[in-house]
């Protein structure tokens, strides 16, 4: 519970409220109660510091989101200098891509039965045979 001349500490001013307008209202009723308000990310001890709190707060989400996108790119970008390439691993190995591919050109067996026996749909298996055929030719798969 919050008495006069407490304060209030929360981490950051955005999450005081759900809009700019309700934590503007939300700090106005704690300052006519005498209570104090302290963001740990963001000091405000002075009446344009707290103008100018607001303002940076309001923007705080969107550039936040535009931050952590930065950087996600930056680290995408790294890892694929380094040769990672994240996502789901393979269902086929190059050696099992091959033997599909045999397969197929056999004629023995048809599409839907290689994909059975290899425990991927047929859309799959001719995606992967697209992808296999591209990388030998060195284009990218389309």
């Known amino acids: 519970m919050l008495r006069e001349g407490g304060t ?28 104090g308000l302290v963001s740990v990310t963001l000091s405000t001890p002075h009446r344009l510091g ?40 393979r269902r086929l190995t190059e050696k099992d891509t091959a033997g599909a591919k045999a397969m197929l050109a056999d004629g023995a067996l048809t599409s839907k039965e290689i994909a059975v026996r290899f425990g991927v749909s047929k859309a799959m298996l001719y995606a992967i045979l697209a992808e296999f055929d591209a990388a030998k030719s060195g284009q990218k798969p389309t």
């Open 8 to 35: 209030l500490v929360i981490q950051k001013l955005d999450r005081l409220a759900g809009s700019l307008k309700q934590t503007i209202e939300t700090a106005e009723h704690l300052k006519g109660s005498g209570v």
């Open 50 to 89: 707290e103008c100018w709190s607001f303002t940076c707060s309001a923007q705080s989400p969107n550039l936040n989101a535009r931050s952590f996108a930065r950087e996600r790119l930056l680290a995408l970008a790294e890892a694929r200098r380094k040769g990672k390439t994240g996502g789901r691993p």
